[in-house]
């Protein structure tokens, strides 16, 4: 927890926290016997912390993290964010998924402010807010753009900030920058660590690679085959800010293989 | 850019008239009689001679044609709604939409001018049954194919129905939406003529019957050419409206 502990969470501690006790989930097949797709996970996790879940394709990864959003309802067991029960969609979280799933008839800013929008909130600083993220993401000048006039990288920025203009206590990301080619992926990975450090907010995190949860987390949980169990927790002490250079170091590559030997691609 | 000019204006521009020419010679050598085949020539003076006549009737068959293609959007697009949103409407009466296509549109025009008689209301209602079934299968298409992200997201955001629909589904079924226009527009003007040809009084579609009992074949062709304008003049209306309301459209259609 040493790394964890240079972060500075909100105000209250508790904003942004989290457990999943026994959280099972089975879904219902029409036809054909019931699918368990998560069979038994219980984690927590503390306010402005990087979490990352890591696991082949198809074990549950997305399931539990829409259950952690209130998105799909847990079979069994409990789930607590902020300190209070999850029964549904809340709205201190921010969602990116692996597509950008911009509104292709909006532009960038209008975009980045729909969740204001919608959830009716008046603030007086939204303009700010919405500048210091386009400031933050490097897209202030495409502002007022098409999201189609925009690459895929910025595209996915965008949507970073579009998850974040509301300041949810929690970010939930969907293996986000899995459809981007690697240096574009290692620019985001620098990103999101400079957003997390600014936002304070926490960050659960889809992803396959290995070396993307070790970098970005401070906490790396590796997942079995579905149905999901923990198979492995990996704790990351690598310094904030962490600096591209780590990923060389003798300390990560010994975790890329811890990680590896959990997943069973090393035997 | 200038490129584009010689593609899309002279190379056009030039076959057309290497058709009409040929046509014309084609008459001149096979001394075709004026009934058969009018020359271009004839067809030109007859436009000119008769444009009162082709556009009074012209403008009443475009208001027929307008009306019928609003009629299907109208009524289309709700019908598309509900058939998307409920399942037991979509059960009911998705096959009776599919049967109702199976039945041939002119045949049935016949019936629907003993129901609505010979005036404007018998046109609308045939240009109405054959084009309000692009509008709602396209509409419906559209409305399903929602991103599911999109989707997620406005529901993580806690959004209404209603917000859903208006804010994301609506907006993202456009495209769709106006591709099933695009159908129905030019469906609607098949409609109106039809109706004309059955019982129609007014319109180019019975200028161009009554000029054929009075074996008068340049005006029948020039009733064709008013016809055709019309048909190109009302899809680049719905085109325009396209890129007025979806300028943000424009990555899928170019
Ligand atoms: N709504 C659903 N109904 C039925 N089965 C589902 C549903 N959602 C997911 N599943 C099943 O649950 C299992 C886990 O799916 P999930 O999407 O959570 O996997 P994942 O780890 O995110 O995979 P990937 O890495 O490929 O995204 C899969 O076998 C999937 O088919
Ligand atoms: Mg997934």
Same mark, same amino acid.
């Given at each position: 927890?040493?790394?964890?502990?240079?972060?500075?969470?909100?105000?209250?501690?508790?904003?942004?926290?989290?457990?999943?006790?026994?959280?099972?989930?089975?879904?219902?097949?029409?036809?054909?016997?019931?699918?368990?797709?998560?069979?038994?996970?219980?984690?927590?996790?503390?306010?402005?912390?990087?979490?990352?879940?890591?696991?082949p394709?198809?074990?549950?990864?997305?399931?539990?993290l829409?259950?952690?959003g209130?998105?799909?309802?847990?079979?069994?067991?409990?789930?607590?964010?902020?300190?209070?029960?999850?029964?549904?969609?809340?709205?201190?979280?921010?969602?990116?998924?692996?597509?950008?799933t911009?509104?292709?008839?909006?532009?960038?800013?209008?975009?980045?402010k729909?969740?204001?929008?919608?959830?009716?909130?008046?603030?007086?600083?939204?303009?700010?807010?919405?500048?210091?993220?386009?400031?933050?993401?490097?897209?202030?000048?495409?502002?007022?753009a098409?999201?189609?006039?925009?690459s895929?990288?910025?595209q996915q920025?965008?949507?970073?900030?579009?998850?974040?203009?509301?300041s949810?206590?929690?970010l939930?990301?969907?293996?986000?920058f899995?459809?981007?080619?690697?240096?574009?992926?290692?620019?985001?990975?620098?990103?999101?660590?400079?957003?997390?450090?600014?936002?304070?907010?926490?960050?659960?995190?889809v992803?396959?690679?290995?070396s993307?949860?070790?970098y970005?987390s401070d906490?790396?949980?590796?997942?079995?085959?579905?149905?999901a169990?923990?198979?492995?927790?990996?704790?990351?002490?690598?310094?904030?800010?962490?600096?591209?250079t780590?990923?060389?170091?003798?300390?990560?590559k010994?975790?890329e293989?811890?990680?590896?030997?959990?997943?069973?691609?090393?035997? | 850019?200038n490129? @584009?000019?010689?593609k899309?204006?002279?190379?056009?521009?030039?076959?057309f008239?290497?058709t009409?020419?040929?046509?014309?010679?084609?008459?001149?050598?096979?001394?075709?009689?004026?009934?058969?085949?009018?020359?271009?020539?004839?067809?030109?003076?007859?436009i000119?001679s008769?444009?009162?006549?082709?556009?009074?009737?012209?403008?009443?068959? &475009?208001?027929? !044609?307008?009306?019928?293609?609003? &009629?299907?959007?109208?009524? $289309?697009?709700?019908?598309?709604?509900?058939?998307? @949103?409920?399942?037991?409407?979509?059960?009911?009466?998705?096959?009776? &939409?599919i049967a109702?296509?199976?039945?041939?549109?002119?045949?049935?025009?016949?019936?629907?001018?003993?129901?609505?008689?010979? $005036?404007i209301?018998?046109?609308?209602?045939?240009?109405?049954?054959?084009?309000?079934?692009?509008?709602i299968?396209?509409?419906?298409?559209?409305?399903?194919?929602?991103?599911?992200?999109?989707?997620?997201?406005?529901r993580?955001?806690? !959004?209404?129905?209603?917000?859903?629909?208006?804010?994301?589904?609506f907006?993202?079924?456009?495209?769709?939406?106006?591709?099933?226009?695009?159908?129905?527009?030019?469906?609607?003007?098949?409609?109106?003529?039809?109706?004309?040809?059955v019982?129609?009084?007014?319109?180019?579609?019975?200028?161009?019957?009554?000029?054929?009992?009075?074996?008068?074949?340049? &005006?029948?062709?020039?009733?064709?050419?008013?016809?055709?304008?019309?048909?190109?003049?009302?899809?680049?209306?719905?085109?325009l409206?396209e890129?007025?309301?979806?300028?943000?459209?424009?990555?899928?259609?170019?």
């Amino acid at each position: 927890m040493s790394a964890a502990s240079s972060h500075t969470g909100p105000e209250d501690p508790g904003l942004g926290s989290g457990t999943l006790q026994n959280v099972k989930k089975v879904f219902g097949m029409e036809g054909a016997s019931d699918l368990v797709a998560v069979k038994d996970i219980s984690f927590s996790f503390s306010s402005g912390e990087v979490i990352s879940l890591l696991g082949p394709s198809g074990c549950g990864k997305t399931t539990v993290l829409k259950m952690i959003g209130g998105l799909i309802e847990a079979t069994s067991g409990e789930i607590t964010v902020s300190n209070s029960l999850v029964r549904g969609p809340y709205e201190n979280v921010g969602m990116v998924f692996q597509t950008p799933t911009l509104m292709p008839w909006r532009s960038v800013i209008s975009n980045i402010k729909f969740p204001l929008e919608v959830l009716g909130k008046q603030l007086t600083d939204i303009d700010d807010k919405a500048i210091s993220l386009l400031k933050l993401t490097n897209l202030t000048e495409f502002k007022n753009a098409w999201p189609h006039e925009l690459s895929g990288g910025m595209q996915q920025r965008a949507a970073l900030c579009r998850a974040l203009i509301h300041s949810p206590e929690i970010l939930l990301m969907d293996e986000p920058f899995g459809a981007l080619d690697e240096l574009t992926r290692m620019e985001m990975n620098d990103l999101l660590l400079k957003v997390n450090y600014q936002e304070k907010n926490t960050v659960i995190f889809v992803t396959h690679s290995i070396s993307e949860a070790i970098y970005l987390s401070d906490k790396v949980h590796v997942f079995s085959k579905r149905p999901a169990e923990i198979r492995k927790t990996i704790n990351i002490n690598l310094p904030h800010p962490r600096n591209p250079t780590d990923r060389y170091t003798d300390y990560f590559k010994q975790l890329e293989l811890d990680a590896g030997e959990a997943l069973g691609v090393i035997r | 850019m200038n490129g @584009d000019i010689i593609k899309k204006i002279i190379y056009p521009t030039v076959g057309f008239i290497i058709t009409i020419f040929l046509w014309d010679r084609y008459v001149v050598i096979f001394d075709l009689s004026e009934v058969v085949l009018p020359r271009p020539g004839i067809i030109f003076e007859s436009i000119l001679s008769e444009y009162p006549a082709l556009l009074s009737e012209g403008f009443e068959t &475009l208001l027929a !044609c307008v009306y019928g293609f609003i &009629l299907s959007i109208v009524i $289309g697009i709700p019908m598309a709604v509900l058939m998307t @949103d409920s399942k037991p409407l979509n059960l009911m009466f998705y096959p009776l &939409l599919i049967a109702t296509q199976s039945v041939p549109k002119v045949a049935i025009a016949p019936i629907l001018l003993v129901w609505f008689g010979t $005036g404007i209301e018998s046109k609308l209602a045939i240009a109405f049954f054959i084009s309000f079934f692009p509008m709602i299968v396209d509409t419906a298409t559209g409305l399903r194919s929602t991103p599911k992200e999109l989707l997620e997201l406005a529901r993580s955001l806690k !959004c209404s129905y209603f917000q859903i629909f208006v804010k994301i589904r609506f907006p993202s079924a456009l495209p769709h939406i106006f591709s099933g226009a695009k159908v129905a527009i030019t469906l609607a003007v098949i409609g109106v003529v039809i109706g004309e040809f059955v019982g129609g009084s007014d319109g180019l579609g019975s200028l161009l019957m009554v000029a054929n009992s009075q074996i008068n074949a340049p &005006l029948a062709w020039a009733a064709l050419v008013f016809l055709s304008f019309l048909g190109i003049f009302l899809y680049v209306l719905v085109v325009l409206a396209e890129n007025l309301l979806i300028p943000w459209n424009n990555t899928y259609s170019k």
